[in-house]
T-cell receptor, first 110, second 116 residues
Framework: RKEVEQDPGPFNVPEGATVAFNCTYSNSASQSFFWYRQDCRKEPKLLMSVYSSGNEDGRFTAQLNRASQYISLLIRDSKLSDSATYLCVVNGDSNYQLIWGAGTKLIIKP | GAVVSQHPSRVICKSGTSVKIECRSLDFQATTMFWYRQFPKKSLMLMATSNEGSKATYEQGVEKDKFLINHASLTLSTLTVTSAHPEDSSFYIC????????????FGNGTRLTVT
């Protein structure tokens, strides 16, 4: 089992719809969780950290489920500009080590 | 927010030459920086962890003599691809974390290396 797994997609979603995807992790001791977005041929950019109680930033909601060891990202009222690859990141055996998922590709269609 | 600057953004070099990539933390000190490589449509792959004042830690399969890392100050790490070959063509990205165990990574803009 990979340490961090994501559905590669692509998720093809009409503009305005709500889309959600998960990321599972194998290390139950992980404490730090992040979502990044990466546009084609660009560097990853931090979208949001994921807190234990869940957190929201505008149209984006991140949640953590420790029991099932996954984090989720929900995007409401999707925009064309949301099209990107979404990467989840989880710390490994130490907070010093960050492990990346391979990313989920999202395509928002008009 | 924290800013990481990477230079150059794009470089084309001939096979056999060496290329140096710089990574700077602009508004914070980074005792540790990370170097990643990403091939087209593939995920980020950690190459090495750069430690200020000491030797870099390389991931398995990454040749330390080919990818020279120097972290001479708290704000600068460099990656030198020595004797570059076409298969070294890739997107190289550096990143750093602000101090604190739960802080995220901040990335440079990346360097697209093409070896002809």
């Amino acid at each position: 089992r990979k340490e961090v797994e994501q559905d590669p997609g692509p998720f093809n979603v009409p503009e305005g719809a709500t889309v959600a995807f998960n990321c599972t992790y194998s290390n139950s001791a992980s404490q730090s969780f992040f979502w990044y977005r990466q546009d084609c041929r660009k560097e990853p950019k931090l979208l949001m950290s994921v807190y234990s109680s869940g957190n929201e930033d505008g149209r984006f909601t991140a949640q953590l489920n420790r029991a099932s060891q996954y984090i989720s990202l929900l995007i409401r009222d999707s925009k064309l500009s949301d099209s990107a690859t979404y990467l989840c990141v989880v710390n490994g055996d130490s907070n010093y080590q960050l492990i990346w998922g391979a990313g989920t590709k999202l395509i928002i269609k008009p | 927010g924290a800013v990481v600057s990477q230079h150059p953004s794009r470089v084309i070099c001939k096979s056999g030459t060496s290329v140096k990539i710089e990574c700077r933390s602009l508004d914070f000190q980074a005792t540790t920086m990370f170097w990643y490589r990403q091939f087209p449509k593939k995920s980020l792959m950690l190459m090495a962890t750069s430690n200020e004042g000491s030797k870099a830690t390389y991931e398995q399969g990454v040749e330390k003599d080919k990818f020279l890392i120097n972290h001479a100050s708290l704000t600068l790490s460099t990656l030198t691809v020595t004797s570059a070959h076409p298969e070294d063509s890739s997107f190289y990205i550096c990143s750093a974390r602000v101090q604190g165990n739960n802080s995220p990574l901040h990335f440079g803009n990346g360097t697209r290396l093409t070896v002809t």
